[in-house]
């Protein structure tokens, strides 16, 4: 089994998560949802971040098990926060290579690559303290590319951006979707994010995942109950577009 | 004279080192740890704040002395007492310095947060790795803090070093205890020299104190 394999359960203070999942061996799968649905709860706990009772098998090899618990600094993970956490007190190139120093496997995606994917050459010689948002959360993905993981999570990496670093950042990772050998697991629940980048969807509610892995819905059918009032609309609005009658 | 300043300084720049290196484990300890007894711990280690040094040295006196179930351990290598030694003095200033060593660096790693470490160990580093590259910068100030804090309380402590040390010329007689003793035998000019010296130092300390706090200021953006 090559992808990503798991279950967690367990209380997180009044919280109970109860989430089964697996992704396919590569692509991107949306984790979608209301927010306190326990979607970063299950990002972390995939990351070793936090620890409930459960399994975990990422490309043939058990992260947690019965007697298993790979500390996170021994799990072959890429996470992207939702607020970009670079290290104030390195460089741009300091963050990329702080990961990229420690990995343990062979660099099977390197540094100019990663540099060239992401736009990220005038920036290198920088210090975190002046980037934009966009240019924040494109070195926190790349220095996550460069510890060489087996599986990517992304925390509504975009979230925190204003609509014109949205619009500058969502290209790289489109980009990043082609060129991804490795299956990744991205938070989101705005649904032209998830149009744009994402191969399958899985749905979270209430610490439990509701709809099983598959590709991303039509806009339009039922499935809406986690959505604003602004996703519903922008839904319609593209619908619309398209041209579909709306029925919801 | 210039011998009461080489012990002085002999003695803070020791206290400060070996403070440091103490107070940083406990720090972290403090920060990061969830147990309702911590608050007991933090308590007993600001103690000396507002201790008065006379019950301090009292205590730190009998601790040192040859018939203390503490000095019976180093019997065997040889050491009687402590009291009135210079290692003596440095253990007395360890203490009455302690909460100046803890506090400021236990405040930058709560200020530092959860994130970074939990960043460097999605980025490989090992718990070990990422305190000593990430939490240890991203805590400069406060070490700075804590030791240009540590330099000048010992070197402005009287009544611990006079009670344990007892002032012996060479070994254990340190600027504060001079001063004193030259206005004793009335030799003004003397204890002026010195005393003007003291504040001089202090201010200098203060002021760097404060360039450091708004230098690092600028540097967090």
């Known amino acids: 089994m090559n992808g990503v394999e ?36 299950l990002l972390r706990c995939i990351a070793g971040l936090a620890h409930l009772d459960g399994h975990l098998t990422v490309a043939g090899e058990v992260w947690q098990g019965a007697r298993v618990f790979l500390p996170p600094h021994r799990r072959m993970v890429g996470v992207v926060f939702q607020e970009a956490s670079l290290l104030p007190h390195l460089s741009v190139r300091g963050n990329l290579l702080y990961g990229a120093r420690r990995a343990r496997s062979k660099a099977e995606i390197g540094f100019d690559d990663t540099v060239e994917l992401l736009g990220l050459a005038p920036l290198i010689a920088r210090s975190t303290a002046n980037l934009s948002g966009g240019e924040r959360q494109r070195v926190a993905l790349g220095r996550a590319l460069l510890t060489q993981p087996r599986l990517l999570l992304m925390d509504e990496p975009l979230s925190s951006l204003d609509a014109a670093s949205k619009a500058e950042i969502l290209p790289y990772l489109e980009r990043l979707h082609r060129a991804l050998a490795i299956p990744a697991l991205y938070i989101s629940h705005d649904a032209s994010e998830i149009d744009r ?29 986690g959505l604003s009032g602004a996703e519903r609309d922008r839904l319609a609005l593209a619908a619309l577009r398209a041209g579909l009658t709306p029925d919801a | ?112 947060g959860r994130r970074p470490m939990e960043v460097a160990a999605t980025l490989r580093a090992s718990p070990l790795d990422a305190f000593f590259t ?37 070994k254990t007689e ?46 967090v953006r």
Not at chain 1, 7 to 34: H, K, M, N, V, Y
Not at chain 1, 198 to 215: F, Y
Request: glycine share 10%; proline share 7%.
């Open chain 1, 6 to 41: 798991g279950r967690f359960a367990g209380a997180l203070g009044a919280f109970r998560l109860d989430a089964e999942f697996a992704l396919a061996p590569q692509g991107i799968t949306a984790l979608s949802g209301p927010s306190g649905s326990g979607k970063t709860s």
């Open chain 2, 1 to 112: 004279m210039s011998e009461v300043v080489w012990t002085t300084l002999r003695l803070a720049g020791l206290t400060t080192v070996l403070l440091l290196t103490i107070a940083t484990p406990l720090a972290w300890w403090l920060a990061r740890r969830r147990v309702w007894w911590k608050e007991i711990v933090a308590a007993v280690t600001t103690l000396p704040i507002i201790l008065p040094p006379s019950v301090l040295g009292f205590y730190l006196l009998i601790a040192i002395a040859p018939q203390s179930p503490l000095m019976a351990l180093l019997h065997p290598f040889g050491i009687r007492t402590l009291a009135f030694t210079f290692e003596g003095l440095v253990i007395g200033s360890m203490v009455y310095s302690l909460p100046f060593a803890v506090q400021p660096i236990r405040g930058a790693f709560e200020a530092m």
């Open chain 1, 197 to 225: 980048l994402a191969d399958h969807v899985l749905v979270m509610n209430n610490g439990r995942i509701e709809a099983p892995s598959r590709r991303a819905p039509d806009p339009g059918r039922p499935g809406l109950d």
């Open chain 2, 174 to 219: 340190v600027i504060s205890v001079r001063i004193y003793q030259l206005v004793e035998s009335l030799q003004y000019g003397e204890a002026h020299r010195l005393a003007a010296g003291v504040v001089v130092f202090s201010f200098l300390a203060l002021l760097g104190l404060l360039l450091v706090d708004r230098r690092t200021d600028e540097a």
């Open chain 2, 134 to 170: 990430v939490a240890l910068p991203l805590s400069r100030r406060g070490f700075v803090t804590a030791a240009i804090l540590v330099f000048a309380h010992t070197i402005g402590e009287f009544g611990v070093v006079l009670m344990i040390g007892g002032g012996i010329p060479g």
